[in-house]
């Protein structure tokens, strides 16, 4: 029995995370850890029966999760924010194979966590990491590019002319998938496809990246082969099947989860990514570019900028003028240190609410 611990375990990673473990005879729950939601918590405590359970609010967060992660054979990494970041280190520094679905761990980290990603101890659960990476197994020869599929958000049919001037209530209404406020707007605007693409840059380096529309979200990423054949995952989309195929990598046999036919799916079809439509996608590859503190302030500055999207103190086009003026006014330097990222998020941060008061006065 593989012991797991569930890092964000009331999140929707985490509750998926958990219903994997408990259909599998080949996984056991060791602990589950949360934020605030202590509620829900002490519900899968009693359901689950982990032998830890705790919220990082209510005590020591590094004590916290030294008792989940310590005497657990895997972790999954479902922590969101740059809170995820820590918790991946610990794992590092304990040796622990890491299931990582916290995105700042390697768009901001990444460099931190080199040790861990040349080890090979992570195993993404981003369902278009996860197919890049069953698609990559098996590749005797170095592959020609990865391609990663993006829904297009809720503006993507939405005139050009109109998309800056976007009301909160279309930018939620996401044609897929319901999802908290700050993805949603960060499906929009493609901000979170260029986190993946910064991930996947870390996971899969020297591997040429390019982006694609795909509405129905079938295909989950692709890969072409040294030979021009392409390889790719297929389906509807359902998180518990990345989830199962890491927790169980490499060698325990993952449950059944989807059943479903490809008459099912309908047509597929893609179409390029529109510079134009996308400007925030732009920004934050151009910050990935730079490098170093540089993604830490871009994601900070969409945070702010989202926030104050949401509150109605900006238009939605000004989210890309934000983080590309934080960008531009950062004072980059080599990711040396957590604090470093510590430190950069909160000067980011202020730089950013400057230019959203800048904004709302102007």
């Not at 992570?122 to 197919?131: F, L, Q, R």
């Not at 990222?341 to 730089?351: M, P, V």
Request: proline letters at 6%; hydrophobic letters at 45%.
């Amino acid at each position: 029995m593989r012991k797991v611990a569930v890092l964000g375990s009331t999140g929707s990673i985490g509750k998926q995370a958990l219903e994997v473990i408990r259909n599998s005879p080949s996984l056991s729950l060791y602990s589950i850890v949360c934020g605030s939601s202590t509620g829900v918590l002490e519900e899968q405590n009693e359901r689950y029966g982990p032998f830890y359970a705790a919220s990082c609010f209510s005590s020591d967060p590094e004590e916290v999760l030294l008792r989940a992660v310590e005497g657990a054979d895997m972790v999954l990494n479902g922590i969101v924010g740059s809170a995820g970041l820590r918790a991946s280190l610990l794992c590092q520094c304990l040796g622990k194979p890491l299931a990582l679905a916290n995105k700042e761990s390697l768009v901001i980290g990444s460099q931190l966590m080199q040790p861990h990603l040349e080890a090979g101890m992570i195993i993404p659960v981003d369902s278009e990491h996860s197919t890049i990476f069953r698609c990559l197994m098996g590749e005797t020869e170095p592959v020609r590019s990865m391609t990663l599929t993006a829904s297009g958000g809720s503006l993507r049919d939405l005139p050009l002319e109109d998309v800056y001037s976007a009301s909160p209530q279309a930018v939620l209404d996401h044609p897929t998938w319901e999802m908290g406020g700050r993805i949603t707007v960060d499906s929009a605007t493609m901000v979170n496809k260029a986190f993946e693409v910064l991930e996947a840059r870390a996971l899969f380096p020297g591997i040429p990246i390019d982006v694609v529309i795909h509405r129905s979200s079938i295909v989950h990423s692709l890969v072409q082969c040294a030979d021009g054949a392409w390889k790719a995952l297929m389906g509807f989309p359902d998180m518990k099947v990345p989830i199962a195929w890491a927790l169980h990598f490499p060698g325990l046999g993952s449950p059944g989860i989807a059943d479903e036919s490809p008459l099912d799916w309908g047509n597929l079809s893609f179409q390029p990514l529109e510079g134009q439509r996308y400007p925030a996608f732009t920004e934050v590859l151009r910050a990935g570019d730079i490098g170093g503190t540089a993604p830490a302030a871009a994601n900070a500055a969409d945070e702010v900028a989202v926030a104050a999207f949401l509150a109605g103190m900006i238009p939605f086009g000004e989210i890309s003028g934000i983080i590309g003026k934080v960008v531009d006014e950062h004072v980059v330097q080599p990711v040396d240190s957590l604090e470093k990222l510590y430190e950069t998020d909160e000067t980011a941060r202020t730089a950013a609410r400057k230019a959203v008061e800048h904004i709302c006065y102007r």
